[in-house]
């Protein structure tokens, strides 16, 4: 199915500088997170012999470029034991490298890129790892980047991102791989000065001791390695699409039922896919039994010193919206959702007092949320990674196994309409297919 071609290491430049960053309350919160997986794959029919003669040649250049200017995720973060530790740091030393993995795949690379039911499975040959722990009485040290260039012989290319998330969030990490890619198309350094990063966590104003306050939090819990994935996964992968028509539809429906909000495409979409998750469902909880969307909002432009686009690192704070079971699945739904999530969205991201009112309570609050009924968004249509070039064409797809491992969606740009947004999702056939039927009945109801 799939065959392992070469593994290797990329290093930057031998003049790149080291570089030590201090993790912050942002990281901080992440570092029990499992890894975050992203694929692209690219309609680039070659032979086997152009791809290791002409392109990963390329490839390994440019990426070795690259990382000049990201040497935070070429280093290694190192995490603390002892209980009087300073908090955890990410450094980048001379000799650090990140690992690619060259693969040749023999399965059909168009099934794996069409939006119906794809056994989930199968993207996992795609998806590299990341190397493991080094662990000593003191600390652990861990890499924070894994990368595959998957070969499709005559049909076409996929990228595979794995990244811990501590190191930084889908800004951060999206960031990286447009620089990669302008640097891989042109074959020269990266031109364009707004895909470069900024470092600078003085920036970051700390007044009411988060950084602190989590790492003391995050000392009383030492696990460092999320539990591995296991196979099979039982579970199914399909792409379900809105256009620009069907979310302004959304959006009337809306504001239809509650006048007083104003829906953005965001809110309306996840509205939509929660209300027709849990009309889905075929025995659903009671009524009153409360169900919980929760997601992360970019903070960089919010904070009271708002931090310039390009800053390097995680930058989010945390938003939970809840509502009855019975509500979502009720006539008025995807109104009931919407109100839900506008509330939230008003309440963390527009607060009067600034987006980190009470962020010292939120590792107590989301961990209440274990064993709850949640449902969460990767990913953001702020990113668009359909518009990334290797120089092969935009990628035909994006997917995110990384939501194989909870019961998130994927979000993102739709790639052939403009204006909309294309939804993954990772469950039980059955399950998927009830909820496309919900999904597609909702739609025409409008």
């Known amino acids: 199915m799939s065959t392992v071609l070469e593994r290797c290491t990329i290093q930057p430049p031998p003049h790149t500088p080291e570089l030590t ?5 942002f990281d901080i919160t992440w570092l029990y997170f499992h890894p975050v997986h992203r694929l692209l794959f690219f309609n680039h029919p070659c032979s ?57 795949s023999d399965l059909d690379f168009s099934h794996l890129t069409a939006n119906h039911p794809r056994n989930a499975d199968d993207f996992h040959a795609c998806v590299p790892h990341l190397p493991p722990p080094l662990q000593s009485s003191d600390d652990v040290v861990f890499s924070v980047l ?18 811990h998330h501590a190191i930084g969030d889908a800004s951060s990490v999206v960031q990286f791989i447009k620089a990669w890619a302008a640097a891989t198309k042109n074959s020269a350094q990266i031109e364009n000065t707004s895909l470069l990063p900024s470092f600078d966590r003085s920036a970051v104003a700390d007044p009411a001791g988060l950084d602190s306050h989590y790492w003391n939090l995050m000392k009383k819990s030492r696990a ?38 104003r829906p953005t495409t965001f809110v309306a979409a996840c509205a939509f896919v929660w209300s027709c998750l849990a009309a889905a469902e075929a025995a659903p909880p009671p009524a009153d039994e409360a169900e919980y969307f929760c997601f992360a909002a970019d903070c960089r432009g919010r904070l009271r010193a708002a931090l310039p686009a390009g800053y390097f690192g995680n930058c989010l704070a945390f938003v939970k919206a809840e509502a009855g079971s019975g509500e979502l699945r009720g006539e008025g739904g995807v109104a009931a959702a919407a109100e839900s999530i506008a509330g939230a969205i008003e309440r963390r991201v527009y607060n009067e007092k600034g987006i980190l009112e009470g962020a010292e309570e939120w590792p107590r609050e989301f961990g ?49 309409f403009q204006g909309g947004l294309e939804i993954g999702l990772s469950r039980p056939r059955q399950f998927l297919d009830a909820f496309a039927a919900v999904f597609q009945q909702s739609l025409n109801n409008l």
Request: charged share 20%; net charge neutral.
């Open 21 to 25: 960053l201090p993790l912050l309350h």
């Open 48 to 104: 086997k012999s152009h791809f290791l003669q002409s392109i990963l040649p390329q490839i390994k250049h440019s990426l070795s470029q690259t990382l000049f200017h990201f040497p935070p995720l070429t280093g290694k973060i190192t995490l603390p034991l002892t209980s009087d530790s300073d908090p955890p740091f990410a450094r980048f030393s001379p000799g650090d490298s990140v690992s690619l993995t060259v693969a040749e």
């Open 224 to 261: 460092v390695e999320s539990p591995p994935v296991t196979f099979p996964l039982n579970k199914h992968r399909a792409t379900f699409t809105l256009t620009a028509d069907d979310i302004r539809r959304l959006k009337i429906h809306v504001q239809g039922r509650r006048p007083e909000i």
């Open 146 to 163: 894994a990368l595959q260039i998957t070969l499709f012989p005559d049909q076409g290319i996929c990228l595979g991102f794995t990244n």
């Open 368 to 416: 209440e949320l274990i064993g709850k009924r949640l449902f969460g968004v990767a990913g953001s249509p702020k990113f668009d990674l359909y518009e990334v070039d290797y120089g092969w064409g935009r990628p035909n797809k994006f997917e995110s196994p990384s939501i194989d491992s909870d019961t998130s969606m994927s979000l993102c740009k739709s790639r052939d």
